[in-house]
């Protein structure tokens, strides 16, 4: 576990990003076994709270973890 302040759907989200930084949300919903709206959701949040930020655009961006 990557932080014990979030929950496993978030840790899951922050270890896949970390391991697939350019991961597409469709491809991580199906990896992780939940809806693209989780996804969006666990990425809107881990934003918030500092712990990813995208570089680069949309298409050919990725994320970094930063905490």
Do not use: A, C, F
Not at 26 to 37: D, R, T
Not at 40 to 60: A, F, M, P, Q
């Amino acid at each position: 576990m990557v932080n014990d302040t979030l929950n496993d759907t978030l840790n899951d989200t922050l270890n896949l990003l970390k391991k697939e930084p350019n991961i597409k949300q469709k491809q991580m919903s199906k990896k992780l076994h939940v809806s693209e709206i989780t996804i969006k959701r666990n990425i809107k949040e881990l934003k918030e709270k500092g712990y990813i930020e995208r570089i680069g655009s949309k298409k050919i961006g990725y994320w970094k973890v930063i905490k």
